[in-house]
C-alpha cells in the first residue's frame, strides 16, 4: 500500500513568487494535514482538511492556503514568499478522526524543501 | 485546549545507555498520546501511541512509554540506545472528544548517541 506522496520533493522560488505543494494521502484516508517545519521552530500547524472542507488552520497569515479535491488529494499554496517561508512542508493524513474509534493518527509523507531565495 | 511539553530539546546517551525522553501533556479531556520519530530529512514516523487500552505502550524499535495520569505524562524509554536511534522524537496529544480536534505536537528533542 502506497504512503502518503508529495511533489515536489524540493523548490526553489525567489521573495514575491508563488509556490505549490501537492500531497496524496493514503488510500481510504479522508483528512489531510499540513505542517511548515522551519529550522528550529518545530512543526508549525498549517491547515487541515477532511473531506474537501477546511477543517481548522493555524496561526498563519492568509497567503497560505490550500483546497482539498474530490480524490482527497491536497494542495498548499503560498503566495507572495519571503525569505522565512523557508522550511520543509510536511503533509500528513488519518482517517477520520470524528467516525467509529480511529485514534487520528497521522501517517506523513517525506516532505517537500522549500527554498525562498 | 490541550498542549504537550517536551523537557530538553536536545538528548545524549552512550550507546547501550537508557534512553529516557520526557513528555507531559494538558488536555482537558482524556487524551490519546503518540511518539513520533524523524529522521534526517525525511517525515515523521509513529513509534507508538497510547488509546486507553494499556497504559505501558510498546512501539517499534524496543521502545515505550507508560502513561501515567496522575503525573500527566507519557516519556518515552529504551533500555539501551543503538547508534541508529538518534534522531529527532516528537510527542504529541489528541482528545478523545469529538470535534474536529487535532494534533498538537511537542517541540522535539533530540537524541544523540555517543559510540
Known amino acids: 500500500e502506497a504512503g502518503v506522496t508529495q511533489s515536489p520533493t524540493h523548490l526553489i522560488k525567489t521573495r514575491g513568487q508563488q509556490a505549490t505543494l501537492r500531497c496524496s494521502p493514503i488510500?481510504?484516508?479522508?483528512?489531510v494535514y499540513w505542517y511548515q517545519q522551519a529550522l528550529g521552530l518545530g512543526l508549525q500547524f498549517l491547515l487541515w482538511?477532511?473531506?474537501?472542507?477546511?477543517?481548522n488552520r493555524g496561526n498563519f497569515p492568509p497567503r497560505f492556503s490550500g483546497r482539498q479535491f474530490p480524490n482527497y488529494s491536497s494542495e498548499l499554496n503560498v503566495n507572495a514568499l519571503e525569505l522565512e517561508d523557508s522550511a520543509l512542508y510536511l503533509c500528513?493524513?488519518?482517517?477520520?478522526?470524528?467516525?467509529?474509534?480511529?485514534?487520528?493518527?497521522?501517517?506523513f509523507g517525506e516532505g517537500s524543501r522549500l527554498t525562498v531565495l | 485546549a490541550q498542549s504537550v511539553t517536551q523537557l530538553g530539546s536536545h538528548v545524549s546517551v552512550s550507546e547501550g545507555a537508557l534512553v529516557l525522553l520526557r513528555c507531559n501533556y494538558s488536555?482537558?479531556?482524556?487524551?490519546?498520546l503518540f511518539w513520533y520519530v524523524q529522521y534526517p530529512n525525511q517525515g515523521l514516523q509513529l513509534l507508538l501511541k497510547?488509546?486507553?487500552?494499556?497504559?505501558l505502550v510498546k512501539g517499534i524499535n524496543g521502545f515505550e512509554a507508560e502513561f501515567k495520569k496522575s503525573e500527566t505524562s507519557f516519556h518515552l524509554t529504551k533500555p539501551s540506545a543503538h547508534m541508529s536511534d538518534a534522531a529527532e522524537y516528537f510527542c504529541?496529544?489528541?482528545?478523545?472528544?469529538?470535534?474536529?480536534?487535532?494534533?498538537?505536537f511537542g517541540t522535539g528533542t533530540k537524541l544523540q548517541v555517543i559510540p
Open positions: 500528513a493524513s488519518s482517517l477520520n478522526p470524528e467516525r467509529g474509534s480511529n485514534t487520528g493518527e497521522l501517517f
Open positions: 504529541a496529544v489528541r482528545p478523545f472528544s469529538g470535534g474536529y480536534q487535532k494534533v498538537t
Open positions: 488536555s482537558s479531556v482524556p487524551p490519546y
Open positions: 497510547y488509546t486507553s487500552a494499556a497504559t
Open positions: 482538511y477532511d473531506e474537501g472542507e477546511e477543517r
Open positions: 488510500s481510504g484516508h479522508t483528512s
